[in-house]
């Protein structure tokens, strides 16, 4: 019995070490770990550099990694629900849907449009560049 409830202690508190977000600030000194670890978080200006630096090294499989994540339109604030009181789905889905979007990131969208364009690292695919540059001049 001990055993099984240790296990599920176990499972339980690693779980949720896939929630927890490094302190970025920790990591000023080194220029480069500070942008990975603000990329991860889900930095879009952060995204953009990295996409920019493996691009300049043709590295286009990262590069379209991270420009894609960077070109994503995204919320203005997350919700940590973490610290929001114990409410209803219902309400928070509200309160979610009330948060305005932000576009993604202008120069990573432009980007992805002359990748897809010129077929740099992929095949050509219109398709996909007028995706990127529907998000740029939004109707």
Not at 120 to 128: D, K, L, S
Request: charged content about 25%.
């Amino acid at each position: 019995m001990i055993k099984y409830l240790f296990a599920i202690f176990a499972f339980l508190s690693l779980s949720s070490c896939a929630y927890m977000q490094t302190d970025c600030a920790t990591l000023v000194g080194d220029r480069d770990q500070y942008r990975s670890c603000m990329a991860a978080q889900g930095d879009a200006a952060a995204q953009y550099e990295l996409g920019v630096a493996a691009f300049e090294v043709e590295n286009y499989d990262r590069a379209i990694h991270w420009l894609t994540r960077a070109a994503q339109p995204r919320r203005a604030g997350d919700i940590n629900f973490l610290e929001i009181e114990q409410k209803q789905r219902r309400e928070l889905s509200y309160e979610e849907d009330e948060i305005p979007m932000l576009p993604g990131h202008r120069g990573a969208q432009r980007l992805l449009v002359r990748i897809y364009e010129e077929g740099i690292g992929v095949p050509v695919n219109p398709g996909m560049a007028d995706r990127y540059r529907d998000m740029i001049n939004p109707i």
